[in-house]
């Protein structure tokens, strides 16, 4: 009874330090596929600013190299919105007035809208141009989008609006049909595999977004290079 009393102990024991090792190890694996994400969607940019006249390998290589001035570019981004408008609105908070927060809420959701649009080129200038500089592609970038920020945008809002309402419809049919079908089991065994579905789904759903993103970025970054000559890139 003694030894089992210590084998359970000792069990009991080593179970937050495995909860730890598992969970360390299942953020590892998450940074890595979120790196991995963003190595394929730059090699995917990259490739397809040249039509697609380049191997798997060298477009692998591209996403690889554009990946660090891409993470810089997108902390110096962090790290200005915080200042221009994180301590703002902590001032702002600090008065209490809920119409004065509301105001600057919506008044900094309308400038971040607008900053994004100005910078949605810096991916495609950071895997265009030889340099890969993330602050001369920020600067290029805004340049690069003036005069066309309102064109950037609705293009981006429609093609947004119009794939998500495709996706709700397919979601919702599915769920109708599946959801029919799982009421008829009373067993409950139906109703896992429709999660199961369900979840499937969503995976090819998600990999077309992601793909459709570096698609847009061409074609529009395309379309601004070919009628902005002189620009800030020649």
């Known amino acids: 009874a003694s030894m089992a009393a210590m084998m359970s102990a000792s069990m009991g024991g080593g179970a937050p330090e495995l909860g730890i090792g598992l ?42 190299s554009s990946l660090l001035p891409a993470f810089l570019a997108q902390l110096i981004l962090g790290i200005g919105m915080a200042v221009v408008f994180g301590i703002p609105f902590l001032l702002v908070s600090l008065t209490e007035s809920v119409a004065l927060v509301a105001i600057f ?20 200038l950071i895997v265009d141009v030889p340099e890969r500089n993330p602050v001369s592609a920020l600067q290029g970038s805004w340049a690069l ?6 064109m950037i945008f609705l293009t981006m809002l429609v093609i947004q609006i119009i794939f998500s309402i495709i996706a709700f419809v397919i979601m919702f049919v599915l769920g109708l049909v599946l959801g029919g079908v799982a009421s008829i089991d009373s067993s409950g065994t139906a109703g896992i595999g429709v999660a199961i ?38």
């Open 23 to 64: 969970g360390l190890v299942l953020l590892l694996l998450y940074i890595a596929l979120i790196l991995a994400f963003i190595i394929a969607n730059l090699g995917m940019l990259w490739s397809l600013l040249r039509e697609g006249k380049a191997s798997i390998g060298e477009a692998f290589r591209a996403g690889l």
């Open 105 to 124: 809420g919506l008044v900094a959701i309308v400038a971040l809208v607008y900053i994004s649009v100005k910078l949605s080129m810096t991916n495609a």
């Open 145 to 150: 989008t003036k005069g066309n920020s309102l």
């Open 197 to 234: 579905v369900m979840m499937l789904t969503y995976i090819p759903i998600i990999l077309i977004s992601l793909i459709l993103g570096p698609c847009i970025t061409a074609a529009i970054y395309r379309q601004l290079r070919g009628t902005s000559a002189g620009g800030a890139f020649g």
